[in-house]
């Protein structure tokens, strides 16, 4: 069982307390590691480090803090397998989508590597013989980047990697509920050959006095923080007091439009991959599905034939396809969206109960992989993020009725339409008012494309060329010649 202290200027060291946190399996709820309780003062220390370190990483050729950023990929891609199953011990994921994860986080370090050496300033033509208009892009600082627990390897580089590849230094505070994969890439960032005080890392099991800390700190400039919308909001208005520049990848609650045309059987695929993914645990999964009444049957007997498949188990198992939920709330949840939904007037066509497994996983927080249908809006799961392994299925008539009610929420994250019909395709995904758009797709998530919310779903873009933009400023420079 690991036990990691708190990583500031280079050296792992015990929070000022000496305190430290048990980190539990959701299958077994065992304990599979431990990490350090952070204080305020340690924040503070880790800040100080940032600080320091800013100017001389900065200035730092781009070529090199790009060949330091490769060293990180490849050490992830090294160290593969071991993060993986490492990550399904603490969140839970099942061993493949773990794996997958890995890959994607090493994707955002190996895309941003590349992009530290793009960093491109401009000139403007002056309105004046005797001037010159210049504009330098520079990074905007200290980053404090505070990250869910859902994809704990992830989350992480997609915020980091183009804020080292900006010329920034970071100070991560990951989910209590995993820290343990945090602390482990930032063992391999040490090794990758990050200078002392680039990357800082601050770990503790009561979030808002470390959060407070460092939203606090002006020498912080920019806030990066994905997760709760609910959370997103009062970090936002702390960001606000020391003017921070924020960036927010909050909650979402993805509808997926299956129109009469759709090939329903690849449509039930797209439904399944999107909903269940992470045991339904994703900020992009499908949280409504809205299908035409003239194919309801035919897709909605597709999409349950796909959950009957599905086995629920310790991710670790071979073909396990849905791991347990995070923790008992996420379970009461998915077990008060459903009661309620019934309540209302829905039908279970599947699963809506909790699993009690055998052995050592009889403590583990399972839910069953579940398909609800004579769903109305009316009802909790149509309008709140489930975050669990519920699907609610309902009917539309209209292309009109399908748009205005996929666009009836404060969200605005992930939306996805199933169509063979280009035009329809087109009509649709330009009217949907998501950042995220699948045509056919269900999981259209990579390293190279922007990714981020409208509305209460956030505010700026993860990914490709815009996941940089973040991290930078721009500086007018005029010059006059004398
Ligand atoms: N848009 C995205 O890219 C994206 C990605 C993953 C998860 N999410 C969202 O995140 C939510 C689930 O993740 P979660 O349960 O970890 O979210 P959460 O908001 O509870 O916690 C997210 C992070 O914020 C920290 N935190 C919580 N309260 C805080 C406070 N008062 N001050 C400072 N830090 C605080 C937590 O410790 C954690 O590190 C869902 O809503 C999901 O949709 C969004
Ligand atoms: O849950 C949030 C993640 O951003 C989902 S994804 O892996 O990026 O699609």
Redesign the pocket.
């Known amino acids: 069982m690991k036990k990691y202290g708190l990583y500031i200027d280079g050296k792992w060291t015990p929070s000022g307390s000496r305190e430290t946190f048990d980190v539990l399996d959701p299958a077994t709820r065992e304990v599979v590691g431990a990490a350090a309780e952070a204080t305020p003062e340690d924040v503070k220390r880790a800040v100080d480090a940032a600080h320091r370190a800013f100017p001389g990483w900065a200035s730092r050729p781009a070529k090199e803090r790009s060949a330091i950023l490769h060293n990180w990929y490849r050490l992830m891609l090294d160290h593969l397998d071991e993060l993986a199953e490492g990550m399904t011990r603490e969140q839970g994921k099942p061993l493949r989508e773990a794996r997958g994860e890995v890959q994607?986080a090493a994707d955002f370090v190996q895309w941003y590597g590349e992009e530290a050496k793009r960093v491109y300033g401009e000139t403007i033509p002056a309105s004046f013989t005797d001037k010159r208009i210049w504009v330098l892009r520079q990074p905007v600082g200290v980053v404090a980047a505070i990250t869910p627990w859902?994809?704990p390897a992830?989350?992480i580089t997609r915020k980091i990697a183009p804020a080292l590849a900006a010329g920034c230094t970071v100070v991560i505070k990951p989910a209590e509920q995993t820290p343990l994969t945090a602390c482990r890439l930032v063992e391999l960032m040490e090794e990758a050959g990050f200078p002392p005080g680039v990357v800082n890392l601050v770990t503790g099991s009561r979030p808002e006095p470390i959060g407070d800390a460092l939203l606090q700190d002006p020498r912080v400039r920019k806030l990066t923080f994905t997760g709760s919308t609910e959370v997103g909001k009062i970090l936002m208005k702390k960001a606000a007091d020391t003017v921070k520049r924020v960036s927010l990848?909050l909650g979402g609650h993805a509808p997926f439009l299956v129109f009469e045309d759709a090939d329903l059987e690849a449509a039930a695929a797209e439904v399944a991959a999107s909903k269940f993914r992470n045991a339904g645990q994703?900020?992009?999964c499908t949280n409504r599905i809205y299908v035409h009444e003239s194919v309801a049957e035919a897709f909605t007997e597709a999409l349950v034939r796909r959950v009957e498949a599905m086995k629920v188990g310790y991710g670790l198992e071979e073909g396990v396809d849905i791991g347990p939920l995070i923790d008992e709330q996420a379970v009461l949840k998915s077990e008060r969206h459903v009661r309620d939904a019934v309540e209302k007037g829905a039908r279970i066509a599947i699963g809506g109960s909790r699993c009690r497994l055998s052995g050592k996983l009889e403590k583990g927080t399972f839910f069953q992989p579940t398909v609800l249908v004579q769903v109305t809006d009316e009802m909790l799961v149509q309008r709140e993020e489930t975050f669990g392994p519920v699907a609610p299925v309902q009917t539309f008539r209209t292309e009109e009725e399908a748009i205005a009610r996929a666009n009836n929420t404060s969200y605005g994250l992930a939306a996805y339409l199933f169509t063979r019909d280009l035009s329809r395709a087109v009509r649709v995904m330009e009217r949907l008012e998501y950042g995220i758009v699948g045509v056919n797709d269900g999981l259209p998530?990579v390293a190279q494309a922007p990714?981020g919310g409208f509305k209460e779903s956030g505010i700026g873009r993860e990914g490709g060329r815009h996941g940089m933009e973040e991290f930078l400023e721009a500086k007018y420079v005029s010059v006059k010649l004398v």
């Open positions: 994607y859902n994809f992830a989350m990848e994703t900020c992009v998530s990714f």
